[in-house]
């Protein structure tokens, strides 16, 4: 019998934790498909960008990638957990969180149009990273560049008065170089992977949770799996697990590794009080989360039935 290639792309470095779990995945993959499917990875941004991973896996240009979930794609639902200062609770317990709303909206389920999930963990908190000014209130955000990987993030630092500027995630670091931006929302192990940590000398942390936490993804076109052998579709899904332990394993170290880099590189690090990010989540409730809720509702989806589901699981789960 013919042996069944895929392609598999990571807009990732292969020698950063994403893409090392990418390897382990392909790797369990062709090991107990041997002969039936093999997997060829397209590391660091050769076949498709971060911005174009998710397109490619619905038209076909790839079978399977690695997705950082964003409204350009057309989500909205999905993203409720990426609205800013939510209160989230841990990293791995809103993974869970983030697996009961999908249980209970159909329509958030139903956003996965033409693509299907393998597999997902989230992101790291995100928190505010500036070259040179320390930020605890947003008036210190005024009249700064700063750069957000996600809709919702650029959303929050425009409503607290600074230039949201939108760029691929490998343009990250020369342009804190260049002066493009003053600063970046993101968390710490990706602007280690993209050489922007050191070049970022304040860091402001927002808590566990952070500003948010965004799921990532193993996304495989649902045309191309469904036509396969059912044993290939059983190895293709099983096997997703190995990608989210060694994923998960290497980025809390990776945390760790950044934590300690910082504080060796001597940058300024300043943590906010729950009455402080307080003031955050005020800024940000009118333009940023009921115009989500508005917006949702404008198209027909249950915005405020999923936003208040969730505030109720972030309650439930900090118990």
Known sequence: AKVIKLTVNDHNPPFAPPGKAIDAYVAAVNKAGAGKVELTVHHGGALLSGEEAYR???TGVCDIAHYAIDT????????VLSLPFMGLPGQHEAEDLY???????KEMRGEWEGVTILSFMMM???HVHTAKKVVKTPDDLKGLKIMGAEYMLNASMQAAGATPVHLDI???APSIQTGLIDGIMNHFPVLDVFGALELVKTHTIFGEGGINLTPMFIVMNTKVLNGLPADVQKILKDNASVWYEVFREGDTGHIMKTQKDVKDWGHTMTYLTPQEVKVWYNLVKGPVHDKWIKDAEAKGLPGKKVYNKALQLIKDYKK
């Open 170 to 172: 490998g343009d990250m």
């Open 124 to 126: 790291p908190p995100t």
């Open 72 to 79: 350009r794609e057309g989500f909205h639902l999905n993203l």
């Open 99 to 105: 697996r009961d709303l999908l249980d209970y909206s």
């Open 56 to 58: 490619g896996v619905q």
